[in-house]
């Protein structure tokens, strides 16, 4: 079965669009790009897995591919060897994906992705130390709050 998910659209007329992900859960905290194009998710299977979803919109009625964001460390199941949890987008205004991830022994950080390459953490933990996580930013996106 595949989880599915919904979004509304707010031009003239409401519009709704069906995202599919690639597996069982619950589909949760959307969060649209700020020119609209994009939303990302977070996709939750109940069993210990978060994963962050990004679905290009195309026209504003139709739901493109939909991309895992995944850190650069092991598999993505959360509890386990080397695995990971990825939540709470955020969109910069230039496009760029912000978000909490953490990993098996790691502690959460806050990371940023321009969608091509692998994400980066933005906070080094010789900087600041312990958990950060549910990322905000100043209006301009020149400041992380």
Aim: aromatic share 8%; proline share 5%.
């Amino acid at each position: 079965m595949i989880s599915a998910i919904a979004f509304i659209g707010m031009c003239n007329i409401a519009s709704a669009v069906e995202v599919y992900a690639p597996s069982r859960g619950h589909a949760t905290n959307p969060k649209w790009s700020k020119d609209g194009s994009k939303v990302a998710f977070e996709l939750n299977e109940l069993s210990g897995k978060i994963d962050l979803m990004v679905t290009s919109i195309g026209d504003g009625l139709t739901a493109g591919s939909t991309k895992q964001i995944r850190l650069n460390v092991g598999s993505s199941r959360f509890g386990g060897s080397g695995g990971m949890a990825t939540s709470s987008p955020v969109w910069h205004p230039k496009g760029y994906l912000l978000f909490s991830g953490s990993y098996t022994g790691g502690s959460n950080r806050i990371y940023m992705s321009n969608l091509t390459s692998p994400p980066q953490q933005i906070v080094s933990d010789s900087t600041i130390s312990g958990d950060l996580s549910w990322p905000s930013l100043s209006e301009d996106g020149n400041t992380l709050l």
